[in-house]
Nanobody, 123 residues
Framework: VQLVESGGGLVQAGGSLTLSCAAS????????MGWFRQAPGKEREFVAA????????YYSESVKGRFTISRDNAKNTVYLQMNSLKPDDTADYFC?????????????????WGQGTRVTVSS
């Protein structure tokens, strides 16, 4: 599967952005999907994940209540709605396709990655 993220950019603290990840090349609807982020000089960290059906979601504590992950299996697309953005949210954001159906929070559970989209939140 190929994954292409879009929607990153520069936003002021308190603002919102919606990231999209378009998938092609594999049966999208049978795999859980996740979003990760990597800030400069830091390791890649889990942000959010959604099950293959979209019925289950899971978030890191740092974004819970501010970010929402969703998917449209008819469009082979997963989204990350980000509200109340903070400067600490500044990072490259990556979508990833899990090896299986269900939510997993570790990078080893994903075998396809997008190229990333940069989000910069100014204070």
């Amino acid at each position: 599967v190929q994954l292409v993220e879009s929607g990153g950019g520069l936003v002021q603290a308190g603002g919102s952005l919606t990231l999209s990840c378009a998938a092609s090349g594999r049966t999208f609807s049978t795999h859980a999907m996740g979003w990760f982020r990597q800030a400069p000089g830091k390791e890649r960290e889990f942000v959010a994940a959604i099950s293959y059906s979209g019925n289950s979601t899971y978030y890191s504590e740092s974004v819970k209540g501010r970010f929402t992950i969703s998917r449209d299996n008819a469009k082979n697309t997963v989204y990350l709605q980000m509200n109340s953005l903070k400067p600490d949210d500044t990072a490259d954001y990556f979508c990833a396709a899990a090896k299986g159906h269900f939510i997993i929070v570790v990078t080893s559970g994903y075998d396809r990655w997008g190229q990333g989209t940069r989000v910069t939140v100014s204070s």
